[in-house]
């Protein structure tokens, strides 16, 4: 018998989001990922939670209801971690959009939603809500409203979530090779077995060896999700032709006191009319994004060059030209490459690449990749649909809920989610599951609390008891609480100081050289917990203070 019903590689959003469909609808999970939890694209976004109004432009209604539906429920299901965000978006003499123009497609966006957000501003009071925007010319603008969120906590939450479930989930372990029926070890990027033993079609893959910190060993599955993101033609290598086209999205980070703004504005950039946002996020501002082909070695970290920072400093100074912004002011950088599906209709301009996502079963190996941050439990779902047939014949496990396509009571005896039918939804049906609020955060501040609940969910209270009351206070700076660092370092599964700082919470991006100066008072318990030696711990500051040097901070000009 397999070990596992389903076997997901990567643990971005995308793996996350299968292993808790999956998980809660009763199936046997483990997710390896080979570095750590939303170390790719999914901690590196523009953090906007939203239906993509220019994708309206470019007709793809579908997509752009499939995501303000999506952003919808995410609003209800995880508050405190997706937030409301206003948008406001100025019209100039001579320049698009027109008021007009824009209003259509605000009508149509918020048809869509449900409710009405759209709204017209004159240029005095413009003037009030964003100060520092440009004036020669203004006519007014448009305002409306999307989400926001930490896209690297979503991802733990989703991972905590599908833990609950039953789900077993491991990072820094890497999968070295495919097995398939018929062989039993077939390195990744070899072209199939030869042979079979009469259980499954030769060739297919049913599992994976992994090595890794901690989990070490074959795995056998009914199924293999590759989730990995820019990864995926590199685990699919042999099975088919590459599917994707990496495209590198840049972003610069900005004290909100050297870039003072209350809502994201949303700009087109002055040489190639491309969107550029300036986003208010978690105290500082963020400038982004680039769109340009990425060729380097997945294996390398990405990081924003020089170009693309000119580029970016080019929109926001045409944007807030009084601000006279310079590369200096700058606090961070961050990049990321986008997993995008290459159907070679957008000819040479990456920004016209299609954004949806695509599912392939190839010998097997269930591939989902490409798709936006917004719809990731869209796309798990229609990964497992397509997993479906691999998992026809399981029996249903005593206890565990039935599909939720089906009103019908557990019955041990009945397959389970052996159909594409079975991973069906309803709209009521919640993304997460909805949190009572416990004793103990019933005395916190307001805002905290709703952090705490959307970062953590039902841990939320025992991170609270855990806390002494000077560890609830706040990394100066910051709306993050020393509390959420010691958790991390005890309960999720940190194996660098970059996993804690850039992605547990988001200290590294917040403050100057990646939050050096808290290491002093992080050294004892992050000693404690992780069991690092004086030495380990110095080889751990230099490790992070590289990276941080390399890939996070703004190139000289």
């Not at 700082?501 to 590294?508: A, Q, V």
Request: charged share 25%.
């Amino acid at each position: 018998m397999p070990d596992v019903d389903i076997l997901v590689i990567g643990g971005g959003i995308a793996g996350a989001g299968v292993a808790l469909e999956a998980a809660r609808r009763g199936l046997a999970v483990m997710l390896v990922e080979a570095r750590d939890f939303a170390w790719g694209s999914s901690s590196r976004s523009s953090k906007l939670v939203h239906g993509g109004l220019r994708y309206l432009r470019e007709g793809a209604f579908g997509l752009t209801l499939e995501s303000v539906r999506e952003r919808g429920r995410l609003l209800r299901d995880a508050p405190g971690l997706v937030e409301p965000q206003r948008f406001l978006m100025g019209h100039y003499e001579g320049r698009q959009p027109t008021r007009r123009m824009l209003g259509a497609g605000l009508a149509i966006y918020d048809a869509m939603a449900g409710a009405r957000t759209r709204s017209f501003h004159s240029p005095d009071q413009v003037r009030l809500l964003a100060p520092h925007l440009a004036t020669e010319g203004l006519l007014g603008a448009s305002g409306y409203l999307d989400a926001k969120t930490d896209d690297a906590r979503l991802v733990l939450r989703v991972l905590h979530e599908a833990q609950r479930h039953g789900a077993r989930v491991f990072n820094r372990a890497a999968v070295k090779s495919l097995l398939r029926a018929g062989d039993v070890d077939v390195p990744l990027g070899s072209s199939g077995a030869d042979g079979g033993d009469g259980a499954v079609r030769p060739g297919t893959v049913v599992g994976a060896r992994i090595e890794g910190a901690g989990f070490t060993g074959h795995v056998r599955a009914r199924c293999v999700v590759n989730a990995t993101g820019f990864w995926a033609d590199g685990v699919r290598r042999g099975l088919g032709a590459p599917m994707l086209r990496p495209l590198r999205g840049s972003h610069l980070v900005f004290p909100l006191w050297r870039l003072p703004v209350a809502q994201t504005v949303s700009l087109l950039h002055p040489r190639d009319g491309r969107p550029v946002f300036a986003t208010p996020w978690e105290g500082v501002a963020l400038v982004g994004t680039t769109d340009l082909d990425h060729a380097d070695d997945p294996d390398i970290e990405p990081r924003i060059t020089r170009d693309e920072t000119a580029y970016l400093l080019e929109a926001v100074r045409s944007a807030f030209p009084r601000l006279d912004l310079r590369a200096g002011d700058a606090i961070a950088s961050f990049a990321g490459v986008r997993p995008v599906v290459d159907d070679r209709r957008a000819g040479r301009d990456p920004s016209k690449a299609p954004r949806e996502h695509v599912v392939r079963d190839e010998q097997g190996l269930v591939t989902v990749t490409g798709g936006k941050l917004t719809t990731f439990r869209v796309n798990a779902l229609d990964a497992l649909r397509h997993a479906a047939p691999h998992l026809a014949g399981k029996p249903r496990r005593a206890g565990l809920a039935p599909s939720r396509s089906t009103g019908a009571a557990p019955d041990d005896d009945a397959p389970a989610a052996t159909s594409p039918a079975d991973f069906a939804y309803r709209q009521a049906d919640a993304i997460l599951a909805p949190l009572a609020v416990a004793p103990e955060l019933a005395a916190l501040p307001h805002g905290l609390r709703a952090r705490l609940l959307g970062r953590h969910g039902p841990q939320a209270a025992a991170l609270v008891n855990e806390a002494t009351s000077a560890e609830l206070e706040l990394v100066p700076g910051t709306a993050t609480p020393w509390a959420e660092l010691q958790w991390a370092l005890r309960h999720e599964q940190v194996r660098f100081l970059d996993d804690l700082l850039l992605r547990r919470t988001r200290l590294g991006l917040l403050l100057p050289e990646g939050g050096a100066a808290l290491l002093p008072r992080l050294e004892p318990v992050a000693r404690e917990a992780l069991r690092w030696s004086a030495g380990e711990w110095r080889d751990q500051c230099e490790r992070y203070a590289r990276l941080i040097g390399q890939c996070y901070t703004v190139p000289a000009p």
